[in-house]
């Protein structure tokens, strides 16, 4: 089958999928709840003959859909979850359509949707024997919370892949070769004697006083951790009325950095000095590990295929209505704003210059690390992995942003989603099609991970929320 076909299938596929994505927009789910995302995907995948497995790894919204068979076996990842408090209408000022509401400030309404017609598109070529192997869709819930695919890994889930492949919404049109950040997520409970704080604290032992000597000693921890390594925490509980002495308080943190060995590292700190604030205060603490993953191991010889069906596909293919909706967005930045997002993604000037990426770029990242985290990471240390980026946004469209919502209901969103599709579509068909490719992929990737064992972050006991 020539690409131009392939990737006609998906021109013919893009009202269905424009429907699709735009039907998850318009209904946002949290994480572990995607029950309407996931059954609309699952179900077009399961009409189209795929055969489709529900509830993988204890999660009732995680699925898979797979076509053809023997091997080899290519995956490609897709994701549904939303995100609180981003709730938008399709308008250039800050208009939400739920106050408060889920929104899709992270376009998984695309992601995952962009995954099933890529899928979709290779059917044909497996069904009549063109293409050897199968093409697997996974349907991942929870990418906010950086659990899904981790459970998912700890499961088996993606342990016969031979490669895999996604994409993320964002401001440019161009392949990630940079790693993220790993991460732990994690709440420390405390508790303590209540006394009334007036007549009686000499009785009392504050679980808040613990929790605020904790953040000292990791605020002061702070300067003997890696450059790039980050501690972030939240009070979740800091007590009832000031007149009672808490007993029970609650902080929750984030530790990132560049390697998982590091995180684990700076987490065996914040514990004993979660463990000297019990000291100070005669408390006691728990702690629950509620998510944990891997930086992200890029694949450069699986970059370079997808770069090379990115040019051969084209951009997107934006209407003059979605260039003037991206210019009213970008009115609303901050100033500087576009500068300092783009400068995290590591894009070059051209794309900096631009209000709206139409062309496609080999990025300059190879080697830095994102200032962020995905649970794609524990995918990737166990199976070759890589990822593109499509202009969903307008250039400097902050993630999780009332902006990156209403452009990911959009056209934009659509026309970049579509692109998506074809350069995953066409990668995937290489890879199946071609031995030799397969094999450079694999042998980075059996060279990057050599002595490396892979151990889930999560503890056995740890069990995914049910919804």
């Not at 929870?142 to 700890?154: D, N, S």
């Not at 990737?380 to 209901?409: E, M, R, Y």
Request: overall charge negative; hydrophobic content about 45%; proline content about 6%.
């Amino acid at each position: 089958m020539p690409k131009a076909e392939l990737f006609g299938r998906i021109d013919g596929l893009a009202g269905e999928l424009r429907e699709a994505a735009l039907s998850i927009w318009g209904k946002p789910e949290p994480a572990f709840r995607e029950s309407f995302a996931s059954g609309l995907q699952a179900g077009m995948l399961e009409a189209a003959g795929f055969r489709v497995s529900r509830g993988i790894a204890g999660m009732a919204t995680a699925f898979s859909a797979e076509f053809g068979s023997g091997g080899p076996v290519i995956g490609i990842l897709g994701e549904y979850d939303s995100l609180a408090g981003l709730s938008q209408k399709v308008a250039a000022r800050r208009e939400p359509v739920v106050e408060g509401g889920l929104g899709h400030g992270c376009g998984h309404n695309l992601l995952g949707t962009g995954g099933v017609g890529a899928a979709l598109a290779l059917r044909e070529a497996l069904a009549s024997g063109e293409l050897r192997g199968r093409v697997r869709y996974y349907g991942c819930p929870a990418e906010e919370t950086l659990a899904g695919k981790v459970f998912m890994m700890r499961a088996g889930a993606f342990s016969d892949l031979d490669a895999c492949i996604s994409w993320h919404p964002a401001s440019m049109n161009a392949v990630w070769g940079c790693s993220f950040l790993a991460l732990n997520s994690a709440r420390f409970k405390f508790r303590g004697l209540p006394a009334h704080a007036a007549a009686a604290p000499h009785l009392g032992r504050s679980a808040l006083d613990a929790v605020e000597l904790m953040n000292v000693g990791a605020n002061y921890l702070r300067e003997h951790v890696p450059e790039k390594a980050r501690i972030h925490y939240s009070i979740t509980n800091g007590g009832g009325a000031p007149n009672i002495v808490p007993e029970e308080a609650e902080v929750w943190y984030y530790l990132r950095a560049p390697s998982r060995a590091v995180v684990e590292d700076i987490y065996s700190r914040l514990l004993d000095i979660a463990k000297g604030a019990c000291l100070m205060t005669g408390t006691s603490f728990r702690h629950e590990l509620e998510a944990g993953c891997y930086e992200i191991l890029p694949n450069e010889a699986m970059g370079e295929l997808i770069t090379r069906n990115m040019l051969e596909a084209g951009p997107p293919r934006y209407t003059e209505e979605d260039r003037a909706f991206a210019r009213e967005l970008a009115s609303t930045f901050s100033p500087g704003q576009k500068e300092k997002i783009m400068t995290t993604y590591f894009a070059p000037p051209e794309v900096v210059a631009m209000t709206l990426h139409e062309g496609i770029v080999k990025n300059r990242d190879k080697g830095e690390v994102m200032a962020g985290s995905v649970d794609s990471g524990d995918v990737s240390w166990n199976v070759p992995f890589a990822q593109l980026t499509a202009a969903t946004w307008p250039v400097g469209t902050a993630a999780h942003s009332w902006q990156a919502t209403a452009s990911s209901g959009s056209g934009i969103g659509v026309q970049a989603m579509l692109f998506a599709a074809k350069a995953m579509a066409g990668t995937v068909y290489d890879l199946l099609a071609d031995g030799a490719a397969l094999a450079r992929v694999k042998a980075e990737f059996a060279a990057a991970t050599a002595g490396f064992r892979y151990v889930s972050p999560l503890p056995p006991s740890l069990e995914p929320p049910r919804a």
